[in-house]
């Protein structure tokens, strides 16, 4: 049989994961200008995101929305797409777990189905958990490389921000609520035990095999 506590735990920890990435994915933190070079503007800091960029000065901060989706580079594109997506994937993923809870109701008393639902649901927060991950990755990755080459201008470098850290921590917490809720939904091996008629109980012996043959004279 499932296992509650298990379920309610995966499905708490992936709801979480998905909360805060929406907070990632709209964020304009993940990048931050790097203070590189002989001068150090130390009073402005230029924060960029995936659908936004702020500057921080004197204490101010100054948002705006990017004009053009389309005049951005393909990799911010991919990187927003792959974030949507993952966000869709939980959407998708949350009802079907829910319904497939063992304390809920919504299936009756189906406990396959709702097992199979469930397990559904976490095979969603899982593929969820991955597209979330690359995005991260990569923009990490082409902020560290930018960074440590010679040819990319002191002004035009940046730093890990802080929303790369925190997209790391989402992923986890996608990763490990789909692998539990998906645990908690996986019935352990039993051996199938004939059941016959509706109490459950096994028909009777056969006369012939209960009864010794009459011996006539």
Known sequence: MANTSLQVMGLVLAIAGWAFGILVCAAPWWRVSAFVGDELMVTQVLWEGLWMSCLSQWGRLQCKVYDSGLALSGSAQMCRGMCVLSLFLCLLAVPLSVAGLKCTRCLGDAHESKARMAQIGAALFLLAAFF??????????????????????????????????LGWAVTVLILVGGAVLYLGSVSPGVPAVPVFGRGGKANPPSTAESKPDKVFV
């Open 132 to 165: 979330f991950l690359v995005p991260v990755c990569w923009t990490a990755y082409a902020v560290i490389r930018d960074f440590y080459d010679p040819n990319v201008a002191a002004p035009l470098k940046r730093e890990l921000g802080p929303a790369l850290y």
